[in-house]
C-alpha cells in the first residue's frame, strides 16, 4: 500500500513559511509523501494562511471552493486549514466551508497529523485553537527545501501594538529561545552543510527582552561569526525601536554577517507614526539609517512602507517620499492600507478614499523605482561574490544564465561558468547591466568556488533526505535564505514585523 501524499499552501509572510517547514516536516514523519511537483491527487492539503491583507478570507474560500469537487469525487481526501486566518476565524471556517477536515492554530503547528487522523477515524471536522505557543516550533521535524540555506527562528511572537497590525492577536506574546539553543541548531545546520541562515522573528532585534539580555541580539550575531562553515548572516525583520548600536557594531565587526538590513518604515510623517503607535519618530528613523551607511557604506537597505493610513494628509505622504530620498532603498515593500477587524485603525475616522491612496501609492512605488534603478546602477563594473541559487530568476537556455544572490542580497543574473557549479557554490562574476529589481553579469565568471553547501545539495538530489530537526525552509519562495519578494506589492503592510 502506498504512502498518502500531501501538498502544502503557504500564504504570508517569512514566519509562515517557517511554520510550513515545521508542518511538512511532521507529515513526512508521520508517513506521508510530498505530492509531486503540479499534481492535483494529494490526498491531503494544508493551508498555512495569513491574515494581515485585506483579500485574505476570500483568497482562502476561493482555493476552498475550487477543491470542494475534487474531494467530493475523492473519499478520504482530507483538507486543513493552519495559520493565522485559522487562528482568528476558527469555527467560522468550518460554517463557510464544511468539507475541511482539520483548523489548527499557530500556537499548535504539531498537532497536526494526529487531528487529521482524529478527523479520519472520527468522521468529523476536528478544531484546535491553542491561546498559547504549547512547543517551540524549532523542536519540531523539519522538511527543508535548501540544503545550503535555512531560517532559524530566535523568538515567535511580539509585544508591539501597532493599531493596524493583527499579528500580535494571532501569534501571541514575544517568547525567546535560549541562545545556546539557537546556536546549537545553526552548528547542526552547518554540519549538515548550510552555508547561510536567516534569523527570524516577529521582531527579531527585541530578541533578549524575554530572557533579560537588551544586548542579546548583537551578542548573537557574533557568535554565529565564530561559527566555522557559516559564511552567511541575514536576519528579519527588526524594528526600528530596539535597533541599538551594540547590533549596527556586530553587523560592522562580523565578517559573516551580510550587509544587508531590512528596516520597516511604514511612513515617514511622525504624526502618523505616532498614530500607528510605531514607537519611532522620522528623525529617530533618518538617524538609523545615517549610522548603519557610516558603518557599513556598502550595506543594501530595504523597507516596508504602508500609503492611505487612516488620516494621512497630503502633507503627511509627502514626508515618507522625503524619507524615502534620504534613505535610498535599495527596495521598498509598498502596501495600500486596508481594514483589518479587531485593529484599532480599522474603527479610525478619516479612512482614505481609495482613488487617493491609489494615485500616492504610485508615486511612491515611480519615486521607489527609480531610486533602486539609480543604486542598481552603481554596482556596474563591480565584482560581486553570488552565491547559486536554486529555483529562483532566469535559466534562460539560450543565453545560459543562472541567477544567485550577493552578499547584499541583490539578485544577480550571471552566464553559466564552464566548470560546472551547484546551488551553494559561489561564483565571482562583474556587473555589465543593471536593472531596478536586477544586476546582470554578461562576462566569464572571475572565479568559481565549489563549497560544502553545493555538495550537500548534490548528495540531496542524488537520494532525498528525511525530515531532520532543526532548519529552514522556502515553499514557494526563493531559496536563497533571505526573504526576496518582489517589491511594490498591494497589501496589508507588514513583512515580519
Known amino acids: 500500500m502506498s504512502a498518502k501524499t500531501y501538498e502544502l499552501r503557504t500564504f504570508g509572510c517569512q514566519m509562515n513559511v517557517h511554520d ?3 508542518m511538512a516536516g511532521l507529515l513526512e514523519d508521520a508517513g506521508y509523501e510530498r505530492a509531486p511537483e503540479g499534481a492535483d491527487g494529494a490526498d491531503v492539503v494544508v493551508f ?4 494581515v491583507r485585506e483579500n485574505a478570507d476570500n483568497r482562502l474560500y476561493g482555493n476552498l471552493g475550487q477543491l470542494a469537487p475534487r474531494k467530493a469525487a475523492r473519499p478520504g481526501m482530507q483538507i486543513a486549514v493552519g495559520g493565522c486566518l485559522a487562528q482568528k476565524d476558527r469555527d467560522t471556517i468550518v460554517r463557510r466551508a464544511p468539507w475541511v477536515d482539520v483548523v489548527f492554530g ?14 479520519r477515524v472520527e468522521q468529523e471536522a476536528q478544531v484546535e485553537i491553542a491561546e498559547s505557543l504549547e512547543a517551540f516550533p524549532s523542536t519540531l521535524p523539519t522538511r527543508r527545501e535548501s540544503p545550503y540555506a535555512a531560517w532559524v527562528s530566535v523568538s515567535v511572537g511580539c509585544n508591539n501594538t501597532c493599531t493596524f497590525c493583527i499579528v500580535p492577536q494571532l501569534r501571541g506574546k514575544e517568547k ?5 539553543d539557537i546556536l546549537a541548531e545553526v552548528e547542526a545546520l552547518v554540519a549538515e552543510g548550510v552555508s547561510e541562515i536567516t534569523l527570524l522573528g516577529q521582531n527579531v532585534n527585541a530578541y533578549g527582552s524575554d530572557i533579560g539580555d537588551r544586548e542579546a541580539f548583537g551578542k548573537l550575531l557574533r557568535a554565529c561569526g565564530r ?3 557559516l559564511e552567511r548572516v541575514r536576519f528579519t525583520s527588526p524594528h526600528p525601536r530596539d535597533f541599538t548600536d551594540d547590533v549596527i ?14 528596516m520597516p518604515l511604514q ?12 514607537s519611532y519618530r522620522q528623525d529617530r528613523f533618518l538617524g538609523i539609517i545615517e549610522k548603519v551607511r557610516a558603518s557599513i557604506p556598502e550595506a543594501a537597505i530595504s523597507t516596508d512602507i504602508i500609503v492611505g493610513f487612516p488620516g494621512e494628509t497630503e502633507e503627511d505622504f509627502e514626508e515618507t517620499l522625503h524619507v524615502v530620498r534620504e534613505s535610498r532603498f535599495a527596495q521598498a515593500f509598498t502596501f495600500q492600507y486596508s481594514k483589518r477587524p479587531g485593529t484599532p485603525a480599522a474603527e479610525m475616522d478619516d479612512q482614505i478614499p481609495k482613488a487617493v491612496v491609489q494615485q500616492r ?19 556596474v563594473g563591480r565584482t560581486l561574490e553570488v552565491m547559486v541559487a536554486e529555483g529562483e530568476g532566469r535559466k534562460d537556455d539560450a543565453t545560459r544564465r543562472l541567477s544567485g544572490r550577493a552578499r547584499d542580497n541583490r539578485l544577480v543574473h550571471f552566464a553559466r561558468p564552464e566548470e560546472p557549479v551547484r546551488p551553494g557554490d559561489v561564483v565571482e562574476t562583474e556587473v555589465t547591466y543593471a536593472a531596478p529589481h536586477h544586476l546582470l553579469a554578461e562576462g566569464p565568471a572571475r572565479a568559481v568556488r565549489r563549497t560544502r553547501a553545493g555538495d550537500a545539495w548534490e548528495r540531496r538530489n542524488a537520494e532525498p533526505e528525511p525530515a531532520s530537526a532543526g532548519g529552514g525552509v522556502m515553499l514557494g519562495l526563493p531559496t536563497v535564505g533571505a526573504p526576496a519578494p518582489q517589491p511594490a506589492s498591494a497589501g496589508g503592510g507588514c513583512s515580519v514585523c
Open 249 to 262: 557594531a556586530a553587523m560592522a565587526e562580523t565578517p559573516n554577517v551580510m550587509p544587508q538590513l531590512h
Open 227 to 229: 561559527i566555522d562553515g
Open 176 to 180: 525567546d529561545r535560549r541562545p545556546g
Open 20 to 22: 510550513s517547514e515545521r
Open 361 to 379: 501609492y504610485e508615486r511612491l512605488v515611480a519615486l521607489q523605482e527609480e531610486i533602486s534603478w539609480e543604486e542598481n546602477r552603481k554596482q
Open 106 to 119: 499557530t500556537h499548535n503547528v504539531g498537532k497536526l497529523p494526529v487531528l487529521l487522523e482524529r478527523a
Open 267 to 278: 511612513s515617514g510623517s511622525s504624526r502618523v507614526l505616532k498614530a500607528m503607535r510605531r
Open 48 to 51: 498555512n494562511t495569513c491574515a
